[in-house]
């Protein structure tokens, strides 16, 4: 009986081969393969990488954005100031407006700004210091709604800004889309804060207020200066606020404290030859009307973009949405990694849309990794089959050896292609441990069947 039970044991481990082949990585060759083992170095890393690979794009319609396209509808042309004779006066009354505060310039709705970035230049013209002149220069209006468009960001908000605080907001934005944040911002134009100067000048005009102060003086000159008769006889005002200021023109230019009245956006000047205000009044009256319906015809612009705005948002979301179905179906081709062996789940990895994945984002990817108790982590493997239909027999096993653990920083470096398999070898511990959980039974059925016999 006992000779019977020995005899069942050793028919049992010999055939041990065929109870449990385990799946092995081996450099020798046979007709139908061709293998390489190449250790994962910092120089075969270089290596691999090398092979020409162009990773799948997202389509275009999730870089596009629902603004920055079309134009705003404007007021069209406006009617010129309406002048009419008047009387001189006895006395000229002096009332000067009040100081106005010193504040950094803000940006407004019309301003255009100035985006500069790096551009990236050759050897030589970074030898020739031909670098620093290379930048790209982009302008941008600011909309009524107070933002810029621009390509890869979207819509940034900007108005009623400082340039400080406009440049740390694209800076963030810039960090945020992966943009390199290197870059300089300036108002090109100035048209957001103006100022109307009609009357008795050579040239009625508007104009802008920049970085520096505009005083009184310096809007008369942009108006070609005062034009008339008798100095003592005509004097300047200013509506500001609902509040009309009157200044005579004969001590506007003998006291230089009235020359540096500063005006502020929004301000009326109006050189009066008149007793009677009513010129003076019927120009405000005429601004004021022209203010309001410039107003009225962008509310109404701002609408038909906000309404243009919704309904390309809309049709991106249906395109972005369909797209997504259809790669949840599989109706989408995708680039893949085939993970097998001593892994938490032999499965696949997609590659991902506009850039490259490494061998440490396949093996790591949702939790997974290697598990250390049955997994041997010298033998990671990278299995690459040659791409050329002369050598598709011949495969590339490239061997991660992670005993150490900083050799995962070579796996973050080493970079995936399609239809790469990933395998991971047991440990021997694993394989003898599988072995003996197949052989027991049998073991125990055998020695069943001789005490019974």
Not at 278 to 303: C, T
């Amino acid at each position: 009986m006992r000779f019977f039970i020995a005899a069942s044991v050793a028919l049992s481990l010999a055939g041990c081969g065929v109870v449990y082949q385990s799946p092995t990585v081996s450099s020798l060759s046979n007709d139908a393969t061709k293998v390489r083992v190449l250790p994962v170095t910092a120089e075969n890393v270089l290596l691999a990488n090398r092979s020409e690979y162009r990773p799948q794009t997202l389509p275009a319609i999730f870089s596009q954005t629902s603004g920055g396209v079309g134009s705003m509808r404007g007021a069209g042309a406006l009617p010129e100031p309406a002048f009419e004779a008047e009387y001189r006066p006895a006395v000229l009354e002096t009332r000067v407006p009040p100081a106005v505060q010193t504040r950094p310039y803000r940006i407004g709705v019309g301003d255009v700004v100035l985006l500069a970035t790096p551009s990236v230049g050759s050897t030589v013209e970074e030898l020739s210091g031909l670098l620093a002149a290379q930048n790209r220069r982009q302008g941008y209006t600011v909309q009524d709604d107070g933002m810029i468009a621009i390509p890869d960001v979207g819509r940034v908000s900007i108005a009623d800004m400082t340039l400080e605080e406009a440049e740390a907001e694209l800076f963030q934005r810039l960090v945020e889309n992966q943009i390199d944040p290197t870059f300089s911002l300036e108002v090109a134009e100035f048209n957001s804060q103006r100022v109307s100067i009609g009357g008795a000048v050579a040239a009625p005009t508007v104009r802008s207020i920049g970085l520096t102060p505009l005083y009184l003086t310096d809007a008369l000159a942009a108006a070609g200066g005062a034009k008339v008769q008798d100095l003592d006889y005509a004097s300047v005002r200013l509506y500001r606020d609902g509040t009309l200021y009157q200044i005579p023109l004969s001590r506007l230019y003998a006291e230089p404290e009235l020359q540096k009245v500063r005006l502020v956006s929004g301000d009326s000047v109006f050189v009066d030859t008149a007793y009677e205000l009513d010129q003076a009044q019927s120009y405000f009256e005429e601004q004021i009307k022209l203010a309001e319906f410039k107003q009225r015809s962008r509310q109404a612009a701002l609408q038909e973009l906000q309404l243009e705005v919704s309904i390309r948002s809309a049709n991106l979301a249906e395109a972005r949405g369909n797209y997504k179905t259809r790669l949840d179906l599989g109706a989408v081709k995708r680039d893949y990694v085939y993970l097998t062996g001593e892994v938490q789940t032999q499965s696949r990895f997609a590659l991902p849309f506009d850039q490259a994945a490494t061998l440490a984002d396949a093996l790591f990817d949702g939790g997974a990794g290697v598990p250390t108790r049955t997994g041997d982590v010298s033998q990671i493997y990278v299995l690459r089959g040659e791409t050329d239909p002369r050598e598709f027999g011949a495969v590339t096993a490239w061997n991660l050896d992670a005993r150490n653990a900083s050799a995962i920083v070579l796996a973050t470096r080493f970079e995936l292609r399609p239809n790469d398999v990933i395998f991971v070898a047991e440990q021997p511990i694993t394989k003898w441990n599988r072995v003996v959980n197949q052989i027991v039974p049998s073991l125990l059925t055998a020695g069943a069947n001789a005490v019974t016999n």
